[in-house]
T-cell receptor, first 115, second 110 residues
């Protein structure tokens, strides 16, 4: 079956512009996570969604970052007024449910470069 | 808080065995994951351990000692395609997101 998909695969933008990154989770997966991976760093949690519950936004680094998930499926991560330190690979993952034992399946990521 | 340590890089020879260690500190334990990530690709799931001991899955095995806060990934009969980063991760105590180590970059040489 289809895995997690993300678009665009690469995004180059100018400092100060807004960007939107999209994630399509595996069909039937109720949990969706966003992480980012900076050069030489581990994956850093940003936000997760579970069904219709309020998202856990505890990992968002600033109020320039926001995310939404429409209809319990597709999610969009928005970064406003991008800064050079936002340059990273943004990874989306989904899991069947939210449980400690549930495996998270990752998409290929969006590589964001802020000039 | 949570903290995970792994060696940054390792090199091993094709056909050999390599052990990648991971030590963790967490306020509550809910298992430990290993992922493989080839350069420029998504992390892919390898294993999940929640009980002490060794779990074998083909050429890959994963070990956990909860009392020592320690895990390792054992790769046997190394192949060139095993060159990748190996990520150790633990779920939060009261949350479900994963905290990842910085990963161990394994280079397999002929």
């Amino acid at each position: 079956g289809a895995g997690v998909s993300q678009s665009p695969s690469n995004k180059v933008t100018e400092k100060g512009k807004d960007v939107e990154l999209r994630c399509d989770p595996i069909s039937g997966h109720t949990a969706l996570y966003w992480y980012r991976q900076s050069l030489g760093q581990g994956l850093e949690f940003l936000i997760y969604f579970q069904g219709n519950s309020a998202p856990d936004k505890s990992g968002l680094p600033s109020d320039r970052f926001s995310a939404e998930r429409t209809g319990g499926s597709v999610s969009t991560l928005t970064i406003q007024r991008t800064q050079q330190e936002d340059s990273a690979v943004y990874l989306c993952a989904s899991s069947l449910a939210v449980a400690h034992t549930d495996t998270q399946y990752f998409g290929p990521g969006t590589r964001l470069t802020v000039l | 808080g949570q903290n995970i340590d792994q060696p940054t890089e390792m090199t091993a020879t094709e056909g050999a065995i390599v052990q990648i260690n991971c030590t963790y500190q967490t306020s509550g334990f809910n298992g430990l994951f290993w992922y493989q990530q080839h350069a420029g690709e998504a992390p892919t799931f390898l294993s999940y351990n929640v009980l002490d001991g060794l779990e074998e899955k083909g050429r890959f095995s994963s070990f956990l000692s909860r009392s020592k806060g320690y895990s390792y990934l054992l790769l046997k009969e190394l192949q060139m395609k095993d060159s990748a980063s190996y990520l150790c991760a633990v779920p939060g105590a009261g949350s479900y997101q994963l905290t990842f180590g910085k990963g161990t970059k394994l280079s397999v040489i002929p």
